[in-house]
């Protein structure tokens, strides 16, 4: 029989107790982590994709790591000294803001800035990011590669996709004539997108269909909390810049190069 196409009724009960679990489920293993590895990293996430968020969990497969539900995670670490599963877990709650995860490893702070100081693989561009170059279509015969590469080195678009340009704002037409006959022309050049704006989803769908390269997946290690000396540094993204002791939120004195 063909499956009913009648909304069905979904109860409340039902979605918030499996949400209830998991939230419990984060909340102990968040907890129990604590306790078995001697850093706590907290890491922000540019131009996020979850493919290279498991190359990560790979790579990093001697750590345990936690993204998303930030308040969950906030809660686990404690919001006083009285509720910190261990002293000063706490003062990392203030960077648990954004799109940020939480990192549980044996490695100390240098092997893990290099890690991920060298782990930026680059994306195309998604709609509703900022461009980070200008990207134009020269004028006359249209390449799949628009210029990006040495034309000799490129090839003609194929015919087919003009309808495509066309459908995403490109005023293109096939050329005719014995020269441009069968091939995908523009009468002036187009500039898809200028650095700095904001891009559409026709914007994002043209840099994809030219190969434009123009995101960059990148991991910045915010703070991190020892289970040695039982106290939280903030780090750079870069392996060469400092790290500061924190106390109560504050920022107390320069404690050297991670």
Known sequence: MPRSKRARIVHLSKVDKKGKELTLKTFANVQESVSKYPYLYVFSVDNMRNTYLK??????????????????????????????????????????????????????????????????????????????????????????????????????????MEPMLRKLGVPSSMGKGRELGGKVVLENEFVVCREGEVLGSAQSSLLKMFGVVSAEFKVLVKAVWSAKDESVSELGSEADEGAMDVDGGMEVEEAGSA
């Open 55 to 160: 190359d990560v969990r790979t790579q990093l497969s001697d750590s345990r790591l936690f993204f998303g539900k930030t308040k969950v995670m906030a809660k686990a670490l404690g919001d006083s000294p009285a509720t910190s599963p261990l002293p000063n877990t706490h003062l990392l709650a203030p960077y648990l803001t954004g799109s940020v995860g939480l990192l549980f490893s044996p490695r100390e702070p240098a092997s893990i800035l290099s890690f991920f100081n060298s782990f930026r693989p680059q994306d195309y561009a998604r709609a509703g990011t900022p461009a980070t170059r200008t990207f134009s279509i020269p004028s006359g015969i249209v390449y799949s590669r628009a210029g990006e590469i040495a034309v000799e080195d490129d090839l003609p678009m194929a015919g087919s």
